[in-house]
């Protein structure tokens, strides 16, 4: 009840320019910071049910470390040039801050519950690293008289083939922090489009 009136995010005003296709090029870029003030996150990983406007499980382990008062931040470049020939390139950037967690343990033999896992600091004293992905796009038209034209496109994602972490294990003992998930690696994706 009260809780879930606290429950609320505050942005930042987000910084943005745009140029349009003006002389062959354009660009445009944004970006945006948000701090979450969660009292009770609803789950062991922020992520889970970090925005719920649910109370938590009514005992007093479900209070221990649970507030999430973390920033996240996102940040987008992106840009096109025209060349001759009707060869378009273009590509975008993009920064993401990485998810704020939390250690945990898992606690044996705990009368009544047997076991039970909890957080053993407070949400955003660790991070998962920033992510930065860098895509681009060649584009390029085969004009056939009319209206009519063939036009090729080459997508090419995560450019620089970066392997950042995106998940690991939280709960403290052998796996602690051991990768459970990595982005995806560079991949490319064609396609061959006819307009009339």
């Known amino acids: 009840s009260g809780v879930a009136d606290a429950i609320r995010s505050i942005g930042l005003p987000t910084p943005a320019l745009a140029r349009r296709m003006v002389h062959r090029w354009q660009f445009s870029g944004s970006y945006s910071a948000t701090r979450t003030n969660n009292p009770i996150v609803n789950g062991?990983?922020?992520?889970?049910?970090?925005?719920?406007?649910?109370?938590?499980?009514?005992?007093?382990?479900?209070?221990?470390?649970?507030?999430?008062?973390?920033?996240?931040?996102?940040?987008?470049?992106?840009?096109?040039?025209?060349?001759?020939?009707?060869?378009?390139?273009?590509?975008?950037?993009?920064?993401?801050?990485?998810?704020?967690?939390?250690?945990?343990v898992l606690f044996s033999n705990v009368p009544v519950l047997s076991s039970i896992t909890l957080r053993t600091e407070p949400i955003g004293t660790r991070r998962m690293p920033n992510i930065n992905t860098l895509d681009v796009r060649l584009q390029k038209a085969f004009d056939l008289g009319g209206r009519k034209k063939i036009q090729f496109q080459l997508n090419t994602y995560n450019v620089l083939n970066a392997n950042t972490?995106?998940?690991?294990d939280f709960r403290a003992g052998p796996n602690f922090m051991r990768p459970t998930a990595i982005l995806s690696p560079r991949n490319m994706e064609y396609s061959l489009s006819y307009i009339f």
């Open 44 to 104: 062991l990983n922020p992520d889970e049910f970090g925005l719920t406007n649910r109370g938590g499980s009514a005992d007093p382990n479900a209070e221990i470390f649970a507030a999430n008062r973390t920033w996240e931040w996102l940040g987008r470049a992106s840009g096109a040039y025209n060349f001759p020939y009707e060869v378009l390139v273009s590509a975008n950037y993009e920064h993401r801050s990485g998810n704020p967690w939390a250690r945990q």
């Open 165 to 168: 972490l995106t998940s690991m």
